[in-house]
């Protein structure tokens, strides 16, 4: 069973709306969550980390935790073409060495 | 941008030979690890180190070995080179402050096994 799942896309949105994007996990004693943008070619960029129950709000950024239904989300406000790549959900593994266990990506394309 | 540095950043070998990927940081972070991604299968971990000379197996260790003599530096090799080993590799660094543990990317290295 894939210990992350994300769906693997695409996902069109109209400039300006919110693209919504969703993460499910199996392990529950997972405590640390990330979001990663990965533009074609390049490598995985941090752009939110949330560890407690809850929305925490970075710029145009939201991201959402529900440890009880194990669920992670991120919600971008006012979608611009170049938020077009893909989103990875990744989650601290248990078991020591600050493991990442990544899904396998959500493609976002944002169209004019 | 983290200060992580991985080389080559693009090599071709041929099958049966043996090759090595370095990662450097600047940052010393204690966490390194190298991650290899593939179509369909996203990032997975292949060896990760928590300290000089302290590594450990990811989900997809086989065929591979690493080595870290020093904080800076995180060497994988394969031993020998295969064609599933065609992928894109990337070195990763992280520290842990609390529950905090976000792990920064190197720029990768693309490997063709031909």
């Known amino acids: 069973q894939k210990e992350v799942e994300q769906n693997s896309g695409p996902l069109s949105v109209p400039e300006g709306a919110i693209a919504s994007l969703n993460c499910t996990y199996s392990?529950?004693?997972?405590?640390?969550f990330f979001w990663y943008r990965q533009y074609s070619g390049k490598s995985p960029e941090l752009i939110m980390s949330i560890y407690s129950n809850g929305d925490k709000e970075d710029g145009r950024f939201t991201a959402q935790l529900n440890k009880a239904s194990q669920y992670v989300s991120l919600l971008i406000r006012d979608s611009q073409p170049s938020d077009s790549a893909t989103y990875l959900c990744?989650?601290?593994?248990?078991?020591?060495?600050?493991?990442?266990?990544f899904g396998t990506g959500t493609q976002l394309k944002v169209e004019l | 941008d983290a200060g992580i540095t991985q080389s080559p950043r693009h090599k071709v070998t041929e099958t049966g030979t043996p090759v090595t990927l370095r990662c450097h940081q600047t940052?010393?972070?204690?966490?390194m690890y190298w991650y290899r991604q593939d179509p369909g299968h996203g990032l997975r971990l292949i060896h990760y180190s928590y300290g000089v000379k302290d590594t450990d197996k990811g989900e997809v260790s086989d065929g591979y070995s690493v080595s870290r003599s020093k904080t800076e530096d995180f060497l994988l090799t394969l031993e020998s080179a295969t064609s599933s080993q065609t992928s894109v590799y990337f070195c990763?660094?992280?520290?842990?402050?609390?529950?905090?543990?976000?792990?920064?990317f190197g720029q990768g290295t693309r490997l063709t096994v031909v």
């Open positions: 990763a660094i992280s520290e842990i402050n609390g529950l905090r543990g976000e792990a920064f």
């Open positions: 940052e010393n972070h204690r966490y």
């Open positions: 392990d529950r004693v997972s405590q640390s």
């Open positions: 990744a989650v601290n593994s248990p078991g020591g060495g600050n493991k990442l266990t």
